[in-house]
């Protein structure tokens, strides 16, 4: 079992900085591969990025690819989401989840963090 807390989120204007942070308990963080999901006002759920049980291997979405970077610390049971030049259209709830593999993964996880808020001002 693995249980994930975000933390974060918050206001921040149009080309702004945040670094939203995954602590997440259990023993098998260190060979999971890890993800970030956002969901906005009315729309579903889309992923963001993900990386893998190393921090070796990473992926992101094309909307968010050259102004985020996920990356973990495995000694310290984290992983963070480093936003930068942000855009109002980068406005949801941002959900950490882990998934049982050592690979990261665009769709299959099997824990989800409650979320944190961001929103992002024109």
């Known amino acids: 079992q693995v249980q994930l807390v975000e933390s974060g989120g918050g206001l921040v204007q149009s080309g702004g900085s945040l670094r939203l942070s995954c602590a997440a308990s259990g023993r098998t963080f260190s060979t999971s591969g890890m993800g970030w999901f956002r969901q906005a006002p009315g729309k579903e759920r889309e992923f963001v990025a993900t990386i893998d049980w190393s921090g070796g291997s990473t992926y992101y979405a094309d909307s968010v690819k050259g102004r985020f970077t996920i990356s973990r610390d495995n000694a310290k049971n984290t992983v963070y989401l480093q936003m930068n030049s942000l855009k109002p259209e980068d406005t949801a709830v941002y959900y950490c989840?882990?998934?049982?593999?050592?690979?990261?993964?665009?769709?299959?996880?099997?824990?989800w963090g409650q979320g944190t808020q961001v929103t992002v001002s024109s």
């Open positions: 989840a882990a998934r049982q593999g050592y690979s990261g993964s665009r769709t299959e996880y099997d824990y």
